[in-house]
């Protein structure tokens, strides 16, 4: 057996992708349309500035085909706060908002951190106790974006391992990169796309990233990327790469030759 390879991008709402990835012509209306067919996967990330209301999920969800997936940022009151422990209203408060309206088509959920954000073992780990399974009958899957040095050490790893959560893999000049395996998944976010590049990002990084995420579906840990702690179970995975930040313009070539290059 092998994982499911996803790729996309960060939200499908932005200016300059008209004419470059959407139709000259195409009405506004009919960007998820069009990216989900694409794609095969969106991190939305307007849940992290508002409340979002279940007749968008509902909506999002009947716009994309039935293999689609969306990833969910959380929103930023459950993360941005000085003590993780006292999040649980504001995690049951975007929970409740109307996930559940993606049905099948919900994939991870994104905890982002602030940069500055420091690693407080006994406050984290009461936060990962707070984040739920399901769903009503829908199981949740959870992934945690950390953004400070602090956090690069074995006992990060193995308390996001112990709640079962998968950490980010940032490809970024500005966060760390924990490449260890926690969860049954890999979220891969990929920032560094650069306007020199047709499709983004190097032809060569293109290929090492698609390769990566082959060797993870199949259940394997790439041999080029240092783990932190133990190894991971060999077991097949699902893989969501997203591509954002750099130069936004190319996210979508990037993500479209990332799926060919994962086939």
Request: proline share 6%; hydrophobic share 45%; aromatic share 12%.
């Amino acid at each position: 057996m092998t994982g499911t390879i996803r790729a996309g991008i960060g939200g499908w709402t932005f200016e300059p992708w008209r004419g470059t990835f959407y139709p000259a012509g195409l009405k506004k209306a009919d960007e998820l349309k069009f990216a989900s067919r694409a794609l095969t996967a969106i991190e939305i990330n307007g849940t992290y500035y508002s409340t979002q209301k279940p007749t968008s999920f509902r909506k999002w969800h009947d716009e994309t085909p039935d293999d689609f997936m969306f990833s969910v940022k959380a929103n930023r009151f459950c993360t941005n706060r000085r003590e993780l422990a006292g999040a649980k209203d504001s995690i049951e408060h975007f929970i409740g908002s109307g996930l559940d309206e993606l049905k099948a088509k919900l994939g991870p959920i994104l905890w982002q951190f602030m940069p500055t954000k420091k690693f407080d073992p006994d406050d984290f780990e009461a936060f990962l106790a707070l984040l739920p399974k399901k769903l009503g009958k829908l199981p949740l899957r959870h992934v945690v974006e950390v953004r400070h040095e602090s956090f690069v050490n074995a006992d990060f790893v193995n308390l996001v391992r112990k709640h079962g959560a998968a950490i980010v893999l940032a490809d970024s000049d500005d966060h760390p990169l924990i490449a260890d395996a926690t969860a049954d998944f890999i979220y891969l976010r990929l920032q560094k796309s650069q306007e020199k590049y047709a499709e983004g990002y190097a032809p060569a990084a293109l290929k090492a990233w698609a390769g990566r995420a082959k060797t993870w579906a199949k259940g394997d840990a790439p041999d080029d990327l240092d783990s932190l702690g133990p190894a991971a179970p060999a077991k097949a995975r699902d893989v969501f790469a997203f591509f954002i930040s750099g130069d936004k313009v190319k996210a979508p070539a990037a993500a479209q030759a990332f799926i060919t290059l994962a086939r």
